[in-house]
């Protein structure tokens, strides 16, 4: 490195070469430990810990921790006898000459930085710049810059461009809360943050360039999750012009399986990845974004346990899991059965004899034709249990509840690999629970499959999207979809929603204008990279893939937001706040 006031090379690059050579560092204090006649200071930066040494032990001994200094110093080869292994430049120290203190350490540390992860996550967001400085969190942002990097350099052999798309936008119902900014030129009108560039990438394709692609800041007004950052995110946005679904698979496919066997020991899945549909997906597993490291699938048995005589059986839908040679004590089945009641669900099951009679609560209510089709449809064993959940309006979720737990419970889960798979041909449209309206069930701008016939002619309702999800191991990694180019569609598609052509012109007017003038097919999807990053780590929390996230209460502790702004900002953007 260039010689500079402060140093002429860093911590962690001191090594044997330098024996007998003066250098300058300069860094955090790690520790001091005073021997008497000899001070110990170890000295860290970013790339490693140095440790000094001085018999001038009054002069040096008041420096706190975590103060800044920088040292001139004579590099010495430790002998063998304390040679330390464990440190990268474990066979020197430093033999302090001078020393000055740059940035002083008043104050009682909030935690000790090796141990910050210890703290509650509160206190670490609180002093976040101190937490950055545990090497293990410093390293997860260092981490997710190498690994942008090389997401950056694929997108680009790949011969996309990257474009920047605007942060201030106009409000549109996509889905979810935006944030809105008021305007202080036109008065009582709002921007608002992009929720995603989704309307920006498409005029791209139409304004003829061929592949995009960035690193997208997203705005949601979302509540947290573990999985979930509050308030803003980043994904690899990216779209193609003249470009099918398979296109995009095959960028989609490129992209993950590099970046996870690059940046991790673990097995993927190999290419191509395995294809489920949306249908599929909830029969068998419960959910649109299955842990497919998961051996357990959910079998439909309504037709079956439909002609039992139990009673809650009876017009409804029935699901099991067959489960092999569970060796657990009947508290542990006690305990599913009160874990699916927690869920909103009851709980039976049905151990299957050596004989290949079933022992069961519920095995009075079968005659001899429910018993032989269940042990032929399920291909039953002895040893087998049998895990069944009847409900009309969400056995499926139960059921994909269900399986997890088991999955969880039984250790069934290999954690060493990253199992991916493509979820497609998504419903359009869905009713919504609360009103019995239909509404978009995902994209609003995804291209119904049939087109206009489809949306002329179809139930709603059966009306499938080009729509897909890239999902690894439970997670959903990256949303997609064919875009819909045709002002007619996309009239009609939200029409049928609820929204007139009036609406769709006011809150769409780019898209509805620029449709006219030659709009070419295209299609795209959006990985989510502080998930990617979460996986890669195996971090159960993704805010720590964030160098400053905001806490799970979506309030930022260390900058005091949200807060109050001063009354003549609110004066300038016409702003009247309500009791």
Not at 427 to 448: G, R, T
Request: hydrophobic letters at 35%; aromatic letters at 10%.
């Amino acid at each position: 490195m260039k010689e500079n006031i402060y140093r002429n090379i860093y911590c962690g690059n001191v090594s044997v070469n330098e024996v007998g050579k003066t250098v300058k560092l300069a860094g955090w204090v790690n520790s001091i430990r005073n021997l008497g006649g000899l001070l110990f200071i170890t000295l860290r930066d970013e790339t490693g810990i140095v440790q000094l040494i001085s018999e001038e032990v009054e002069k040096y001994i008041n420096i706190n921790k975590e103060s800044t200094i920088t040292i001139t110093g004579i590099v010495q080869k430790r002998t063998d006898d304390m040679i330390n292994p464990n440190m990268k430049t474990g066979e020197i120290e430093v033999l302090i000459s001078s020393l000055e203190v740059l940035g002083e350490c008043e104050n009682v540390l909030p935690f000790e930085i090796s141990r910050s992860k210890e703290s509650t996550e509160e206190t670490r967001l609180k002093y976040r710049y101190l937490d950055l400085r545990n090497e293990e969190v410093h390293n997860n942002i260092l981490f997710r810059s190498e690994v942008i990097d090389f997401i950056r350099s694929t997108m680009k052999s790949l011969n996309f461009t990257e474009i920047q798309t605007p942060i201030i936008t106009a409000t549109s119902p996509e889905g979810a809360r935006d944030f809105i900014v008021p305007s202080r030129k036109f008065k009582g009108k709002f921007y608002a943050l992009p929720q995603a560039p989704q309307i920006f990438k498409q005029l791209l394709m139409v304004s003829g360039f061929n592949r995009y692609f960035q690193i997208a800041p997203c705005f949601r007004d979302e509540d947290p999750r573990s999985d979930r950052l509050y308030g803003e995110f980043y994904q690899l946005d990216f779209e193609m012009s003249f470009a099918t679904e398979e296109d995009v698979y095959d960028v989609g496919q490129k992209v993950f399986y590099d970046v996870f066997t690059k940046f991790s020991n673990k097995e993927v899945s190999p290419i191509p990845f395995r294809r489920i549909s949306y249908t599929e997906s909830m029969l068998k597993y419960g959910t649109d974004k299955p842990d497919l490291r998961n051996p357990l699938e959910i079998v439909d048995l309504t037709d079956i346990l439909n002609k039992s005589s139990f009673e809650p059986f009876k017009d409804t839908t029935v699901r099991g899991i067959v489960v092999n040679n569970i060796d657990k004590s009947n508290s542990w089945y006690k305990q599913m059965e009160e874990y699916v009641k927690s869920i909103g669900g009851v709980l039976g099951y049905i151990k299957v004899n050596d004989d290949m009679s079933f022992k069961s609560s519920l095995d009075k209510f079968f005659d001899d034709e429910v018993r032989s089709e269940l042990k032929e449809k399920l291909n039953l064993k002895p040893g087998n249990v049998i895990f069944i959940i009847a409900n009309k309006d969400k056995c499926a979720k139960l059921m994909g509840q269900l399986r997890i737990k088991l999955g969880n419970e039984l250790d069934l889960i290999d954690k060493n690999r990253y199992e991916f798979c493509i979820i497609n041909n998504f419903p359009f449209y869905e009713l919504n629970e609360e009103d019995n309206k239909i509404e978009f069930s995902h994209n609003p701008f995804s291209m119904p499959q049939g087109g206009l016939d489809a949306l002329n002619n179809k139930n709603p309702l059966e009306i499938q999207a080009y729509q897909y999800d890239f999902v690894c191991n439970g997670y959903e990694m990256a949303s997609g979809g064919v875009r819909n180019h045709s002002r007619q569609i996309l009239k009609k598609a939200f029409e049928i929603a609820g929204y007139d052509e009036e609406v769709v012109k006011s809150k769409f007017p780019s898209l509805y204008e620029a449709f006219r003038f030659g709009a070419p097919p295209h299609a795209g999807m959006a990985p989510g990279i502080d998930r990617i990053l979460m996986l890669l780590k195996d971090e159960e929390n993704i805010r720590e893939m964030v160098a400053f996230p905001l806490g799970a209460n979506g309030a930022d502790a260390m900058m005091g937001c949200p807060n109050e702004v001063f009354e003549q900002q609110l004066r300038e953007t016409h702003i009247k706040i309500r009791d």
